[in-house]
């Protein structure tokens, strides 16, 4: 389909608008996060990296660091072996508080954190394996079969590699998502306990705190960003060896055991 010059502006304006929406809020973060005062001015009145030491010895971020890493971790782990359940994040977060505190009795912990984070991240980790399946052959498997390999060696030596970018990049989104999670956590976590984004929620409204919220916020985008990019690159390059690999290697090879 060829696009008139006016529709291709108005397509560019529309990607222009919206990136802008995305990235300018956190650009202004960004700016005052460097910020010399610890009242929110425009422009701020000086530039400082002070407020990034403060963030860093602050033993409450640390322990809400921790807390967010743990819960990312096995979150993550526990989306790789588990079927995917799509919800919207509140509906998530109110089902499992009261199905942990009303009907199982049980206290909201980080366990509770863990489960809520997972019942996401697991959609996302399916997801991206099941694009990568539908991309994959079936006629391999089915001359694994052929050849004599049974369900598992198939399973080990044909299908597991043909997903094992998919599982590490699914792993790393998931992990990005859990991260940042704030929607189910409040509704999950336990009290006396934060997550790095539910310290950031605590601390936002106390003026003291503010430049060091600022600060943490830009870490945490930072740390969002990387396991991101690392899932988009694995992508990339598993394209870019699928389409390398499009005359393929010999049916016989593909499903040779060691």
């Given at each position: 389909?060829?696009?008139?010059?006016?529709s291709k502006?108005?397509?560019?304006?529309?990607v222009?608008?919206?990136?802008a929406f995305?990235?300018i809020?956190?650009?202004?973060i960004?700016?005052y996060?460097?910020?010399s005062?610890?009242?929110?001015?425009?422009?701020?009145p000086?530039?400082?990296?002070?407020?990034?030491?403060?963030a860093?010895?602050?033993?409450?971020?640390r322990?809400a660091?921790?807390?967010?890493m743990?819960?990312?971790?096995v979150a993550t782990?526990?989306?790789?072996?588990?079927?995917?359940?799509?919800?919207?994040g509140?509906?998530?977060?109110?089902?499992?508080?009261?199905?942990f505190?009303q009907?199982?009795g049980v206290?909201?912990s980080?366990?509770?954190?863990?489960?809520g984070?997972?019942?996401?991240c697991?959609?996302?980790?399916?997801?991206?394996?099941?694009a990568?399946?539908?991309?994959?052959?079936?006629?391999?498997?089915?001359?694994s079969?052929?050849?004599g390999?049974?369900?598992?060696?198939?399973f080990?030596?044909?299908?597991l590699p043909?997903?094992?970018?998919?599982?590490?990049?699914g792993a790393?989104?998931a992990?990005?998502l859990?991260?940042?999670?704030i929607?189910?956590t409040?509704?999950?976590i336990g009290?006396?306990?934060?997550?790095?984004?539910?310290w950031?929620?605590?601390?936002?409204?106390r003026?003291?705190?503010?430049p060091?919220?600022?600060a943490v916020a830009v870490?945490v985008?930072?740390?969002?960003?990387?396991?991101?990019?690392?899932?988009h690159?694995?992508?990339?390059?598993?394209?870019?060896?699928?389409?390398a690999r499009?005359?393929?290697p010999?049916?016989?090879?593909?499903?040779?055991?060691?």
């Amino acid at each position: 389909m060829r696009l008139s010059t006016r529709s291709k502006l108005l397509l560019r304006l529309a990607v222009v608008v919206g990136l802008a929406f995305i990235y300018i809020p956190l650009i202004v973060i960004a700016i005052y996060a460097f910020n010399s005062s610890t009242l929110l001015e425009w422009p701020p009145p000086g530039l400082t990296t002070a407020w990034f030491p403060k963030a860093v010895e602050d033993s409450s971020v640390r322990d809400a660091f921790l807390t967010s890493m743990k819960v990312g971790l096995v979150a993550t782990t526990i989306a790789l072996v588990i079927l995917p359940i799509a919800l919207p994040g509140i509906v998530t977060g109110v089902a499992l508080s009261d199905t942990f505190t009303q009907v199982l009795g049980v206290s909201l912990s980080l366990l509770t954190v863990i489960i809520g984070h997972a019942t996401f991240c697991i959609v996302v980790v399916y997801n991206n394996v099941i694009a990568r399946l539908r991309r994959s052959a079936p006629s391999i498997d089915e001359a694994s079969a052929d050849l004599g390999a049974d369900p598992w060696q198939t399973f080990r030596y044909v299908t597991l590699p043909a997903m094992r970018t998919a599982l590490v990049a699914g792993a790393l989104l998931a992990f990005a998502l859990s991260f940042d999670e704030i929607i189910v956590t409040l509704f999950t976590i336990g009290a006396g306990q934060e997550t790095l984004p539910i310290w950031i929620f605590n601390n936002l409204f106390r003026p003291n705190q503010v430049p060091i919220v600022n600060a943490v916020a830009v870490i945490v985008v930072l740390l969002s960003i990387l396991p991101v990019y690392l899932a988009h690159r694995l992508t990339r390059e598993e394209e870019g060896v699928a389409g390398a690999r499009a005359g393929g290697p010999s049916i016989a090879e593909a499903t040779a055991t060691p």
